[in-house]
């Protein structure tokens, strides 16, 4: 979302959703000792060929003795394992069957396609080598050259160990941690004035910041309180109660669109297409009589898990263009009026007072309130119950102790998690939690993960010289204030590994200049774990490519691993910033790719990739809402070709997938840089009886760009003389 699309709408009304209305880390030097532990036991194992079906690669790397890898009767061969995370390398046992390698090379990566050479000889004797070594990498590679028989390559069994110790990983004092100085922490005993001025001097600073560095989070404590929360940049405010209404907020928790102009007039202001990067979380607001509540805001804006009480408020069109945004697990007791809001996805919220409006896309999953089903004027999609989800952790202080609420995961869940007493879920104390501040070494970091501890990102920007790898299953890893993730040597900011139940919330990647195969991988390549009863899931996890600085990605997010929920993304390639941005200044190919199986999406925006935006090879996949608008870069039609097809779709769900379904989806083009660029469909998927979609819309906003079909070659061109189109369902 930009200004330049702001520009291109006049016509559109806008909406602002109004509510009618720790220790610093002590990091002591150990020697580093080679461990015991077998790194490669039971990982992901694959290899150049294999003799027979009884041969396995993963037969040399499951604890057997008595059973093996063996390969074609040709050279070179190789067999790789994936360790699940970067790893110093310090010993590698080789037992081999009688037909052992006699030249081989021992290497390791960390994105398996670039290999370094850590161990080399032509003198192989075979046995049982234990071989002592010093490399660091994700993947171990055994390369063989040169066969002592005429037989293949045949290992019993591939061990590999790592260095241990180096850090010393300090406890942190679930009553009095360190959250650092970006963190303010308010308890009904606080004084109210210096509360209020300080909420002010926030909300002045980050007004208009769209890019700086600086983060907030504002927490207060169960009990009652008088503010006015202005809610700007980069700035989180919640509550810290089990439930919403053990803070509340006698005042205002509201966004403004009173700072970017409409047009070209300065004076005409209202614009909220640009309010990014904010959320509103965990606590009940009781407006003043008489007043409504604005929630003017586009993409990664989340009002979650609050209350707005009181039967006169409701969300307010009054002012200012917005395109984007969700309530979840929300109760308005007032009347919501969506105004002239693009489009808005609501999730298991209780609208108790009902919804009026819309404009393009409003989507409605498991919330009692909603809309019947009407599409496309007024363009209701609805919902009933949300079929598998898990609510966001949250930080929560009781008896004097802060701790992390996980929700427990719901099936066919109509309603919010909150409103029936107690919620489900695991209560874990922060006292296993690292936390992680701006400077923490990423070696401290991936040695809490590898003991045991769960994370909590405090706001501020997070530069990184490695990847964060996250391996055991159930890790919490949480931001705080919008914690920013920046990887600044062409690697991944976090690798998950294919585990049951991590959960990742409330936290943003930015692409650094030097380009990033992926910024964010969940599971590695290749991943086949079910993962139905606990999967992963990402709430509030947003990547930026670009903005900020001249961020580069190949792939922004990357899910490998299968039953994946995503509860909330903004997955953005800058169309503007504080840095230059453009066509091959911050470039990015694809900004989701979806590869396991049984992915379910809940809110997802993506928008300005240079290839599909989305793109879904998995089987099985569910998205409920979606939200893309194409590049506006592309400096001319040649540059936006897909083989001998115009341009590339905002939603291509691959040819060999027979199982997808989508609800509630629009993409939108906005040509800037040459409005006769044509795109010759919003969405691609095949044509098979398992794909079915829903409630779709293509726009051409302000008729600056040409979308020549909704899906498949069908539902109308949309350009400047129509500039909407829509297909109610597909086949």
């Known amino acids: 979302m930009s200004s330049p699309r702001s520009r291109s709408r006049l016509l559109t009304a806008a909406l602002a959703l109004g509510l009618a209305a720790a220790l610093t880390p002590v990091i002591s030097a150990q020697a580093a000792e080679c461990g015991t532990t077998n790194a490669a036991l039971n990982r992901p194992a694959t290899a150049s060929s294999v003799e027979n079906g009884g041969t396995p690669a993963t037969a040399a790397v499951d604890g057997n003795t008595g059973t093996r890898w063996s390969s074609a009767f040709s050279d070179p061969q190789w067999i790789q394992v994936d360790l699940g995370s970067t790893q110093t390398v310090c010993r590698v046992t080789l037992n081999w069957e009688t037909a052992y390698g006699k030249a081989f090379q021992v290497q390791l990566s960390d994105n398996a396609s670039t290999w370094n050479t850590v161990y080399s000889t032509a003198t192989s004797t075979g046995g049982v080598q234990n071989l002592t070594m010093s490399g660091t990498g994700r993947y171990l590679r055994v390369y063989g050259t040169a066969r002592s028989t005429g037989y293949g390559y045949s290992l019993w069994e591939l061990a590999v160990n790592s260095e241990t110790g180096g850090v010393t990983i300090p406890p942190t004092d679930p009553r009095n941690p360190d959250f650092g100085p970006n963190v303010l922490v308010y308890g009904p005993g606080s004084s109210q004035v210096d509360m209020q001025n300080r909420l002010n001097a926030i909300a002045t600073q980050m007004k208009t910041n769209q890019f700086g560095p600086e983060r907030y989070a504002v927490l207060f404590k169960p009990g009652s309180y008088n503010a006015d929360v202005n809610l700007r940049f980069y700035t989180q405010v919640a509550g810290l109660g089990l439930r919403p209404d053990d803070v509340n907020i006698n005042g205002h928790v509201r966004v403004e669109a009173d700072w970017l102009q409409q047009g070209d007039n300065p004076d005409n202001l209202g614009n909220a297409t640009q309010n990014f990067w904010r959320g509103a979380e965990n606590m009940s607001v009781t407006l003043p009589s008489n007043q409504i509540e604005r929630w003017a805001v586009s993409q990664a804006a989340a009002y979650r898990r609050m209350h707005l009480r009181g039967q006169i408020h409701l969300w307010n069109g009054g002012d200012g263009w917005a395109s984007g945004g969700l309530i979840v697990d929300s109760k308005i007791d007032g009347v919501a009026v969506s105004g002239?809001?693009?489009?808005?996805?609501?999730?298991?919220?209780n609208l108790a007072g009902g919804w009026s409006g819309s404009v393009w896309n409003m989507m409605f999953v498991g919330s009692p309130g909603a809309p019947p089903q009407h599409f496309p004027n007024p363009s209701h999609t609805t919902v009933d119950t949300t079929p598998v989800v898990r609510e966001k952790p949250f930080l929560y202080f009781e008896n004097d102790e802060y701790k992390v609420f996980v929700p427990a995961l719901r099936q066919n869940a109509r309603g919010t998690s909150w409103e029936a007493g107690a919620p489900a879920g695991q209560s874990l104390s922060l006292a296993d939690f690292f936390i992680v501040k701006p400077g923490t070494p990423v070696a401290t970091t991936n040695a809490a993960l590898a003991q045991g501890k769960h994370l909590?990102?405090?706001?501020?920007?997070?530069?990184l010289n490695d990847t964060i790898n996250?391996?055991?299953?159930n890790t919490v890893v949480l931001g705080l204030g919008l914690a920013t993730l920046s990887p600044d040597i062409g690697k991944a900011a976090m690798a998950v590994s294919d585990v049951d139940g991590v959960k990742l919330a409330g936290f943003l990647v930015d692409a650094g200049v030097q380009n990033s195969p992926v910024l964010l991988q969940v599971g590695p390549t290749g991943s086949t774990a079910a993962h139905t009863s606990n999967p992963t899931s990402l709430h509030d996890v947003y990547l930026r490519v670009?903005?900020?600085?001249?961020?580069?990605a190949t792939v922004s997010l990357e899910i490998n691993s299968d039953n994946v929920i995503v509860d909330h993304t903004w997955v953005w390639r800058?169309?503007?910033?504080?840095?230059?941005?453009?066509?091959?200044?911050?470039?990015?190919?694809n900004g989701v790719v979806v590869n396991g199986d049984n992915v379910t999406a809940y809110g997802l925006f993506v928008e300005h990739y240079q290839q599909y935006n989305t793109l879904w090879n998995g089987n099985g996949g569910r998205t409920y809402f979606y939200q893309n608008e194409l590049p506006y870069d592309p400096p001319n039609q040649a540059s936006w070709m897909n083989g001998s097809q115009p341009g590339w779709a905002g939603y291509k769900v691959a040819n060999h997938v027979t199982s997808h379904e989508g609800w509630g989806m629009g993409v939108y083009a906005f040509n800037?840089?040459?409005p006769s660029i044509v795109t010759a469909n919003g969405f691609e998927v095949p044509n098979t009886a398992g794909v079915r979609m829903h409630d779709l819309v293509t726009v051409s906003l302000g008729g600056v760009g040409t979308i020549s079909n909704v899906i498949n070659g069908v539902g109308g061109t949309a350009n400047l003389a129509t500039q909407q189109r829509y297909v109610v369902n597909y086949p």
């Open 340 to 349: 002239s809001q693009q489009q808005f996805l609501t999730r298991n919220s």
């Open 456 to 463: 909590l990102l405090t706001p501020g920007v997070h530069h």
């Open 470 to 473: 996250v391996t055991r299953p």
């Open 546 to 552: 670009g903005g900020s600085q001249a961020g580069k």
């Open 574 to 589: 800058a169309d503007h910033g504080t840095s230059p941005t453009g066509w091959t200044v911050n470039t990015g190919r």
């Open 672 to 674: 800037q840089a040459d």
